[in-house]
């Protein structure tokens, strides 16, 4: 297939926009990935195939049993970390495509074009105080497993320290813009999706603010604040009255110092609210049509408390996590309220075996309540529940509304994606050598009437190169009670067609081959980056995982 003189431009311009970014910076802090994967699946409706009846029930989705899926494809990955005096610069760029039909080249229809996971900067305002603004990983942190609110924001986090074991962190963002902006002119330059409305007098930005009160160690900062040299005879005076000072501090801290150093809490409290769009902020005006003229008002807040430690030299670890939430999803003819509780423990053991053999083995204990609803957060499910079926612990604030299957009644579809679960987790990585290898278990039950969901069971297998990497996955769910009457009650006399009702095990098998270009390890670069006029400070490139599984990157 050939391309077309638009598209070829199109490539162009961005080839060469990515060169322009590219050229200003040392690019021994650029990192490229080419990750190829095969997935294949089976059962996901918990429904053997059965070919004896497939023609009479291929018309009736939830009667169809074939729903064998196989998928080639493959992603470039562009990542950048780079360190200036007092700030950082970062970008995580890749594009997915499929094999085949020159949809890499953009010779069919797809369209498919570079999506940013991270773009950011980060500045030390002062030695006490940094920011973040763009787009960047945010979490209420220190935590194995974040099932509470670990998300890709789009707006700015702010930290500062009132001293090496106290520090206040608030952050802000945007969730969601339906606004008409192809009406403002030069500024309507940019498309999104169709969940835009006219009228509402501007309330069209869903946005999201909090705080996070943490006690723990924070010797370490993110983003190193630097002072220049001052120009005068009372310097090296200065200096030695600072060291003083800095000795007294510490001997005064030692205590508190040994403590936190092994233990850390944390406060914290967020508060989103819903503005109008199509996908639920405008029921009450029925989607502008009548003349109310408001958002319905949707709110959630999340507040909570954040336990972690180390023990037995740091071999031993863990995080609880204690949350209440408090919201409401207003609608026409009725309101959903999300008031209740959850917790979570996670319990971490890592032991090194003569510095050859590497254990960890994880513990993951959670309950959700059935009126709770959560920021996202990550999932508990591996490759089947996670990377294909989307389950969370709990409803959660989606971009437009409250990712909630239970609520649309009338045609119910989907509910076990984000029912409130209960559930423990048991995970064990050992990694020898340039190989490793993992087992996963995972069992849930809903947590409302306790009904057994089902067991998750992943083998996982990795064997890494210098510069390419070679994964593979297998995967069986094994669906319980819970699905024998699926969907449950009430909505079981109105069983919509996506809903399958069987108890057949659902099974996965992934094989992925990964190569990396990592700048700073090329020997010629290294030569021309010894002649380069561009002097930058602290250069600090942080190496991307291997066995990333995508969580921060894909939307809801």
């Not at 970014?21 to 994967?37: D, E, G, K, T, W």
């Not at 009736?60 to 074939?66: I, K, V």
């Not at 309101?335 to 590497?358: C, G, P, T």
């Not at 990585?429 to 995972?442: F, H, Q, T």
Request: with cysteine; glycine share 6%.
């Amino acid at each position: 297939m050939c391309l077309t003189m638009n598209k070829f431009m199109r490539i162009l311009r961005l080839v060469i926009l990515i060169i322009l970014v590219l050229l200003p910076l040392q690019l021994s802090a650029l990192v490229i990935y080419f990750n190829n994967y095969f997935f294949s699946f089976e059962n996901a409706d918990f429904q053997s195939y059965d070919a004896s009846v497939f023609r009479e029930n291929q018309v009736l989705r939830r009667d169809n049993s074939d729903d064998s899926y196989k998928l080639f494809y493959g992603e470039l990955r562009f990542y950048l970390n780079e360190e200036y005096k007092n700030t950082i610069f970062h970008i995580d760029a890749s594009r997915f495509n499929l094999w085949g039909a020159d949809n890499f080249q953009g010779g069919d229809d797809g369209h498919n074009t570079f999506s940013f996971s991270k773009l950011y900067f980060g500045y030390a305002i002062s030695e006490n105080s940094q920011l973040k603004l763009g787009r960047h990983k945010y979490e209420i942190g220190n935590a194995h497993y974040d099932y509470f609110f670990s998300d890709i924001i789009d707006g700015f986090s702010f930290k500062h320290y009132f001293s090496d074991f106290m520090a206040l962190g608030i952050m802000g963002d945007v969730l969601s813009n339906s606004v008409r902006n192809e009406e403002t002119g030069v500024y309507g330059i940019s498309t999104k999706d169709d969940e835009k409305l006219d009228d509402f007098r501007g309330d069209t930005i869903s946005t999201r603010v909090g705080f996070k009160l943490s006690f723990r160690d924070f010797s370490q900062r993110e983003i190193q604040y630097q002072v220049k040299e001052p120009h005068n005879t009372n310097l090296s005076r200065r200096r030695a009255k600072a060291k003083r000072k800095s000795k007294r501090v510490n001997a005064k801290n030692k205590g508190k110092s040994d403590f936190l150093s092994k233990f850390g809490l944390s406060l914290f409290a967020y508060h989103l609210s819903y503005a109008a769009n199509t996908q639920g902020g405008a029921d009450l005006s029925e989607n502008g049509k009548n003349y109310y003229n408001k958002a319905d008002g949707d709110f959630l807040n999340l507040s909570g408390i954040r336990f972690d430690g180390t023990f037995l030299e740091n071999s031993l670890k863990f995080d609880f996590t204690w949350a209440y939430s408090l919201g409401v999803d207003f609608q026409f003819n009725d309101e959903h309220r999300y008031q209740d509780h959850a917790w979570s423990l996670n319990l971490v053991w890592e032991d090194n075996f003569r510095d050859l053999i590497k254990n960890e083995f994880c513990i993951s204990l959670s309950s959700f309540a059935s009126n709770f609803a959560a920021m996202k957060g990550t999932s508990m499910g591996g490759m089947l529940l996670w990377g294909y079926k989307s389950y969370f612990a709990a409803p959660y604030a989606s971009a437009y509304h409250f990712r909630d299957y239970a609520k649309y009644n009338d045609v119910p579809q989907l509910v076990d994606r984000t029912t409130a679960k209960s559930f423990f987790k048991l995970e064990d990585e050992i990694s020898w050598l340039n190989y490793s290898i993992s087992l996963a278990l995972l069992r849930l039950w809903e947590t409302e009437q306790m009904k057994y969901m089902g067991t998750e069971l992943e083998l996982s297998f990795a064997y890494k190169l210098e510069n390419i990497s070679f994964t593979s996955r297998v995967a069986i769910f094994r669906p319980g009670e819970y699905y024998e009457n699926y969907p449950p009650e009430p909505y079981l006399e109105q069983s919509s067609g996506f809903i399958a009702n069987s108890l057949d095990d659902f099974y996965g098998f992934h094989f992925g081959v990964s190569y990396l270009l990592d700048f700073d390890e090329l020997s010629v670069y290294k030569k021309l980056n010894s002649k380069s006029k561009i002097k930058i400070q602290n250069k600090k490139i942080q190496r991307f995982n291997y066995n990333d599984s995508g969580r921060d990157r894909f939307t809801d």
